[in-house]
């Protein structure tokens, strides 16, 4: 999977473990992360995937820090997040809101199954022990799988982490994270730049 890293990805990832701070950058965090998976959405599915979307990305903070604890490098771990949500669109039929093609999905979750087998996650149980209780429905699109499109996927990233930087420039793996973050330097959930924040 590509994604990208900047100043930002470490200040979160520092901010997260805070006492106080962790909780409001959390929440943050999530409603970033709905919000601009929603944008990816049909306008007329919006409303009725709001609050699923929202407890998953919840959800996916502690498999975030977990994957930290676990020795991931901030990429990875945040990679490990990015294709749970994949398996639940995937699952779901939402595949507007992929950011891998369908025909990937078993490649990232075998990239990691180590860490999704410890913590019982599948493809089909994309939260496993981290799901809620309450995790709530939403309905499925199950016809999109039959002629899958993927307007925001890019296909061909299945073997490792590419991370895009803040220059534009591809690496594969990662960046070693820098000396002089500022953990309240994490993105806004109305910064008009959001995609350059997954």
Do not use: C
Not at 1 to 15: C, E, L, P, T
Not at 57 to 86: C, K, S
């Amino acid at each position: 999977m590509k994604i990208r890293q900047n100043v930002r990805h470490w200040a979160s990832k520092q901010a997260l473990t805070l006492p106080v701070v962790g909780s409001v950058v959390r929440e943050k965090l999530v409603e970033f992360h709905t919000d601009y998976f929603l944008n990816l959405a049909d306008e007329d599915r919006r409303a009725e995937r709001r609050d699923r979307l929202a407890a998953f990305f919840d959800a996916t903070m502690d498999v975030y820090l977990a994957a930290l604890d676990a020795g991931y490098p901030e990429a990875e771990a945040r990679e490990i997040t990015h294709a749970q949500a994949n398996f639940d669109f995937y699952n779901h039929g939402w595949t507007g809101m992929m950011e891998i093609p369908s025909d990937e999905i078993e490649d990232h979750y075998e990239r990691y199954a180590p860490f999704f087998r410890r913590h019982g996650i599948t493809i089909d149980d994309p939260l496993g022990e981290f799901a809620p209780a309450d995790l709530p429905e939403a309905p499925s699109t199950p016809e999109n799988l039959d002629d899958p499109e993927h307007p925001h996927a890019e296909g061909g990233f299945a073997d490792d982490v590419y991370v895009e930087t803040a220059d534009g420039e591809v690496v594969v793996g990662g960046q070693a994270e820098p000396e002089d973050v500022d953990p309240t330097d994490v993105p806004e959930v109305d910064d008009d730049s959001a995609a350059a924040e997954r």
